[in-house]
């Protein structure tokens, strides 16, 4: 059975520090990786996609790391802002086709970014 | 681009009734919408596959003449929820399937989603 685990599932940080999310899955076949962001009350955003070639990708503050050969992710957010208070949704596709029935969602880690 | 809208955003309505929500692309044609469901603090549910022009197809477990799902143009997909009970409360978010990338992949783009509170 196709699995993303994330962790933590919750975490609290100071404004100006860093902070990263781990993903771990195990989906097969493997096609590609996305770290969504979700704010409270909002449908999730893409931050990053990688394919199996890739093992690093930045989007501003947020940079993302894949191992396809461990079969881990993390989402680094540098300098965090109070605006990065959100849940941060790992996804995995296991279809080149895009259909959302490829796609193994991860059950978040729920950013909190205090003054 | 690649901006998909959902109407209404919030709908509280009384147990029986029933609620459709609108599921728009805005700059790009989908030939397929999906329809997920987000209970607090978990994630989102695959609901539905919505086709143009065909008849959707249902997750298992969904029931599809409580979960009315009709895709009747390229821009276009709504869900009706028939004879909402409270047990139906939860946050619906649609995505539509965007055009075919240059890396051979369609990205889904999701909707801002819907809260629908039965009393």
């Known amino acids: 059975k196709n699995q993303v685990e994330q962790s933590p599932q919750s975490l609290i940080i100071l404004e100006g520090k860093n902070c990263t999310l781990q993903c771990n899955y195990t989906v097969s076949p493997f096609s590609n990786l996305r770290w969504y962001k979700q704010d409270t009350g909002r449908g999730p955003v893409s931050l990053t996609i990688?394919?199996?070639?890739?093992n690093t990708k930045s989007n501003g503050r947020y940079t993302a790391t894949l191992d396809a050969d461990t079969k881990q992710s993390s989402l680094h957010i540098t300098a965090s802002q109070l605006s990065d208070s959100a849940s941060y949704i790992c996804v995995v596709s296991s279809s080149y086709s895009g259909s959302a029935r490829q796609l193994t969602f991860g059950s978040g880690t729920q950013l909190t970014v205090l003054p | 681009g690649a901006v998909v809208s959902q109407h209404p955003s919030r709908v509280i309505c009384k147990s029986g009734t029933s609620v459709k929500i609108e599921c728009r692309s805005l700059d790009f044609q989908a030939t397929t919408m999906f329809w997920y469901r987000q209970f607090p603090k978990q994630s989102l549910m695959l609901m539905a596959t919505?086709?143009?022009?065909?008849?959707?197809?249902?997750e298992q477990g969904v029931e599809k003449d409580k979960f009315l799902i009709n895709h009747a143009s390229l821009t276009l997909s709504t869900l009706t929820v028939t004879s909402a009970h409270p047990e139906d409360s939860s946050f619906y978010i649609c995505?539509?399937?965007?055009?075919?990338?240059?890396?051979?992949?369609?990205?889904?783009?999701f909707g801002p989603g819907t809260r629908l509170t039965v009393l």
């Open positions: 919505s086709n143009e022009g065909s008849k959707a197809t249902y």
């Open positions: 995505s539509a399937q965007g055009p075919l990338t240059s890396g051979g992949d369609n990205e889904q783009f």
């Open positions: 990688m394919t199996f070639s890739e």
